[in-house]
């Protein structure tokens, strides 16, 4: 991988990793288009890093307040019924079920799921998913409002996004709307939880970088970077569109390509 390829695939990540939109389909999907080889599963989960540092530094204020509030909880179980401290919790929960999840089918995940044919059908799928919330939905209901049955919940819907093409902020933000949970506040708690997931995922699969067949280290190390401010930019425009817009478009583009890619696949042009 050169360096332009590795800035591209970076963009890609950092924009599409919060857009309900798939990064992990994006980065199996854009590669096919160009005729560039797979960047592979543990490139994905690295690049991931940068994306979760854009996390850190935006929210670094909340994610500062529930460390502290989650600590006093240890100590105080007054504490413990403050939000803070009980969204500490929500974050550990949240992250049970993909950490079970992705150690329980780590090769199915590295290898069979990221078949275009199946990235295609999912883009659609929770395209259509995320469509039926928002209709449904109440979008009523803050992060203050957050119960343990709602960590769950979308906890279980983060660790669907192991398959490329869910989407882990698309799959979390659906389950955050069929949960009444305003569009702002599903998506603010995605991001939220995708600290712990991500940082675990990306050490985990740090392991490959450098090994046979599998992406070097410098351009895995550059489009981490790109992958950071792209992924900065990202947050920041969706939390704002999400606060007088609906995801339609979203659920528009998840759809529209997943027929695109179905229908190169069906002839033949891609693989």
């Given at each position: 991988?050169?360096?332009?390829?590795?800035?591209?695939?970076?963009?890609?990540?950092?924009?599409?990793?919060?857009?309900?939109?798939?990064?992990?389909?994006?980065?199996?999907?854009?590669?096919?288009?160009?005729?560039?080889?797979?960047?592979?599963?543990?490139?994905?989960?690295?690049?991931?890093?940068?994306?979760?540092?854009?996390?850190?530094?935006?929210?670094?204020?909340?994610?500062?307040?529930?460390?502290?509030?989650?600590?006093?909880?240890?100590?105080?179980?007054?504490?413990?019924?403050?939000?803070?401290?009980?969204?500490?919790?929500?974050?550990?929960?949240?992250?049970?079920?993909?950490?079970?999840?992705?150690?329980?089918?780590?090769?199915?995940?590295?290898?069979?799921?990221?078949?275009?044919?199946?990235?295609?059908?999912?883009?659609?799928?929770?395209?259509?998913?995320?469509?039926?919330?928002?209709?449904?939905?109440?979008?009523?209901?803050?992060?203050?409002?957050?119960?343990?049955?709602?960590?769950?919940?979308?906890?279980?819907?983060?660790?669907?996004?192991?398959?490329?093409?869910?989407?882990?902020?698309?799959?979390?933000?659906?389950?955050?709307?069929?949960?009444?949970?305003?569009?702002?506040?599903?998506?603010?708690?995605?991001?939220?939880?995708?600290?712990?997931?991500?940082?675990?995922?990306?050490?985990?699969?740090?392991?490959?970088?450098?090994?046979?067949?599998?992406?070097?280290?410098?351009?895995?190390a550059l489009a981490t970077v790109f992958a950071f401010v792209s992924g900065y930019a990202a947050i920041a425009f969706?939390?704002?569109?999400?606060?007088?817009?609906?995801?339609?478009?979203?659920?528009?583009?998840?759809?529209?390509?997943?027929?695109?890619?179905?229908?190169?696949?069906?002839?033949?042009?891609?693989?």
């Open positions: 991988m050169d360096a332009f390829e590795a800035i591209v695939l970076g963009i890609v990540q950092g924009l599409t990793e919060f857009l309900p939109i798939s990064s992990s389909g994006h980065l199996r999907i854009v590669p096919a288009f160009v005729g560039w080889e797979d960047p592979g599963a543990a490139f994905t989960a690295v690049t991931q890093l940068g994306t979760v540092a854009a996390v850190l530094l935006y929210f670094r204020r909340d994610l500062l307040n529930i460390a502290r509030g989650w600590l006093a909880g240890l100590r105080d179980p007054v504490k413990r019924r403050e939000p803070d401290s009980r969204m500490g919790w929500y974050l550990i929960v949240g992250t049970i079920p993909i950490v079970v999840i992705g150690l329980t089918f780590d090769d199915a995940i590295e290898d069979d799921a990221r078949n275009l044919t199946l990235i295609g059908i999912t883009l659609i799928a929770l395209g259509l998913l995320l469509l039926l919330a928002e209709r449904l939905a109440d979008h009523v209901r803050t992060l203050e409002d957050k119960t343990w049955r709602d960590a769950v919940i979308i906890g279980l819907a983060q660790a669907a996004a192991l398959i490329p093409g869910v989407s882990r902020s698309g799959a979390t933000i659906t389950a955050g709307l069929f949960l009444g949970f305003e569009r702002a506040a599903a998506a603010r708690f995605s991001f939220l939880l995708s600290v712990p997931a991500v940082v675990l995922a990306g050490i985990y699969q740090s392991r490959d970088i450098g090994g046979e067949g599998a992406v070097g280290f410098v351009p895995t969706l939390l704002r569109f999400l606060a007088s817009h609906t995801t339609a478009v979203f659920v528009a583009y998840r759809v529209i390509l997943g027929t695109v890619v179905l229908a190169l696949v069906g002839a033949g042009v891609i693989e």
